[in-house]
Every structure is written in C-alpha cells, then in structure tokens.
C-alpha cells in the first residue's frame, strides 16, 4: 500500500454533511461531468491530513436515496485552483439541479492522487475511469453494508437506518 492511501484509510469511513454551493460551473458544462461542491466551511472541517486525491463513497441529497458516487478533494492542478475543493458526482441521472440542498456523504475507498493532465480529454477519460472503479468497488458485499447503516435526516433528526 503506498504511504498516502495508507494514511486516507485511517480517516475512513468518513462522513460529511453540507449545503451544496456553486463553484466555477464547469464539472458539467466542460466535463459533462457535474460535480457538487461543499461550501468553504466544510471544506475548511476538514481533516487537513485527509490526503488529496479521488474517492468513492455513497451519497443522499436530502432525503432521497442512497447512490453511488466518486469524490475529488484538492487543488485541481489541471484548473490550477487556489482553494482547496470537495467535490461529489453522484452516479444518477437528477432531473434538476440541487443546489442549496444537504448532501450527505460517506467517503469509504481511495482510488488515487490528483494529477495534471496535458489535455481536457485525458482529464475527462481518467474521471470516466474513476467512475468505473467506482462502481466496481461499491458493488462489493462490504460496501454494500455501508450504503444500508448510511444515515438520512428525518424531520431534522439523525437515524440510523
Ligand atoms: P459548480 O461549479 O457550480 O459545482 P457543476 O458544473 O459542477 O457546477 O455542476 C454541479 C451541480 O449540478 C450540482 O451542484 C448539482 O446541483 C447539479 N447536479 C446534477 N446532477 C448531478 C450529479 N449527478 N452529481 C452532482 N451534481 C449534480
Ligand atoms: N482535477 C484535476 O485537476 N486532476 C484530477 O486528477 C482530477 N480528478 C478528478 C476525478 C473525479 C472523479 C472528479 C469528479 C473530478 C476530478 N478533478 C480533477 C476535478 C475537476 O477538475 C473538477 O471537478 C472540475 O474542475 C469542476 O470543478
Ligand atoms: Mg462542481
């Protein structure tokens, strides 16, 4: 096991909750790949040594359900940010956008470091692949357990399902 997969495990299973916020509007519109952003202030909560890097995890916005889903934490090198990101794509199709919602997420596996790519399309069939881990991963029986102990908010309370 290299050194920093090694050190996200010992923050996993991590759960995180928070209103999903704007960010720079290009996961869909450049990637076709939406990404929902946590505000400064959870990413700030952060464990600072959570390392950077490509996760996956289950996700619930409100109150619906349980999905899929790969998580970016860091700089994007590619965009070059200033500020660190948490990103989530759920892997389900929404009807609408959900911004302003609670997203609920659990990050369980690490699929790797952040990393430039020379070219927007590289970028893009890296995230394709991750997402493909992703779901292979998350199919497996001791991921599957995490997805039905994952909590949902009912009438402002914590429940454990
Ligand atoms: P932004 O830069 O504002 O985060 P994105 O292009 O990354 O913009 O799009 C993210 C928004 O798209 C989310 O905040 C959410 O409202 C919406 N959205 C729709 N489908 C998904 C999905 N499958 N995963 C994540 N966000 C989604
Ligand atoms: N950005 C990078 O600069 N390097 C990466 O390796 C990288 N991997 C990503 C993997 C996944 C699964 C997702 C959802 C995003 C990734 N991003 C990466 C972040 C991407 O640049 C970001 O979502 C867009 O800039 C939109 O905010
Ligand atoms: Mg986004």
């Known amino acids: 096991m290299r ?6 495990m010992r923050h ?34 952060f464990p600072s040594d959570i390392p950077t890097g490509i996760y996956y995890g289950w996700a619930c916005v409100g109150n619906g359900d349980v999905h899929k889903m790969v998580l970016s934490i860091g700089w994007n090198p590619f965009y070059k940010n200033i500020k660190k990101s948490v990103e989530t794509h759920i892997i ?42 992703a779901k292979r991963q998350l199919d497996l029986p001791e991921h599957l357990k995490l997805k039905d102990s994952f909590f949902h908010l009912s009438e402002g309370k914590i429940v454990n399902h």
């Open 92 to 133: 389900n199709t929404f009807k609408e956008d959900f911004y302003g919602e609670i997203l609920s997420i659990v990050i369980i596996g690490y699929i790797r470091s952040e990393k430039n790519f020379n070219s927007l399309e590289t970028l893009i069939s890296a995230i394709r692949e991750d997402i493909e881990e």
């Open 3 to 8: 050194g920093c997969c090694a050190s996200a």
């Open 12 to 45: 996993l299973p991590y759960f995180c909750r928070g209103e999903v916020v704007k960010g720079f509007g290009r996961g869909s519109r450049e990637l076709g790949v939406p990404t929902a952003n946590f505000s400064e202030q959870v990413v700030e909560k």
